[in-house]
């Protein structure tokens, strides 16, 4: 898998995000649509996992619907489980499914296993090669 704080900085890149640090050295997010869906941008966090957990409709919009429809595959237990489901397919056909792009496969299952990673848990100011923007003084 990739780099595990690479992948976390291309999906929030992909779904319009910006990871804020605040001057009170708390966390948030600054949503680049301005559709702040459920107040979003209110929100604090400590750890990727919280980010990640939280953005969770906008994983379906980016990732999920289009792979559960591009591989016609609606019944599954979680991400992890899908990615798997379409993993198998490819394997079995790869010439069917030749044209897909394995990123989002990846983005899904990363997103998935979050909870399970050490580093998406750990406290966002002891990972590093995180992209942020400090708020403005």
């Not at 804020?20 to 708390?26: A, E, F, L, V, W």
């Not at 979050?114 to 848990?121: G, K, M, Q, V, Y």
């Not at 750990?122 to 992209?131: A, H």
Request: hydrophobic share 35%; with cysteine.
């Amino acid at each position: 898998m990739t780099n595990a704080v690479e992948m976390f900085n291309t999906i929030l890149a992909i779904e319009e995000f910006g990871l804020i640090k605040y001057k009170d050295g708390t966390w948030g997010l600054f949503d680049g649509q301005g559709a702040n869906l459920g107040d979003i941008e209110s929100d604090r966090f400590n750890t990727m996992t919280e980010i990640l957990e939280r953005m969770e409709i906008y994983h379906i919009d980016y990732f999920e619907e289009s792979i559960v429809e591009y591989f016609e595959i609606y019944n599954y237990k979680d991400y992890v489980d899908l990615v798997n489901q379409c993993r198998e397919k490819i394997n079995n056909d790869p010439d069917e499914w030749s044209d897909y792009s394995d990123f989002d496969l990846r983005a899904l299952e990363f997103i998935g296993m979050a909870p399970d990673l050490e580093i998406c848990n750990k406290p966002l100011d002891e990972v590093g090669g995180l992209r942020f923007e400090n708020e403005e003084l």
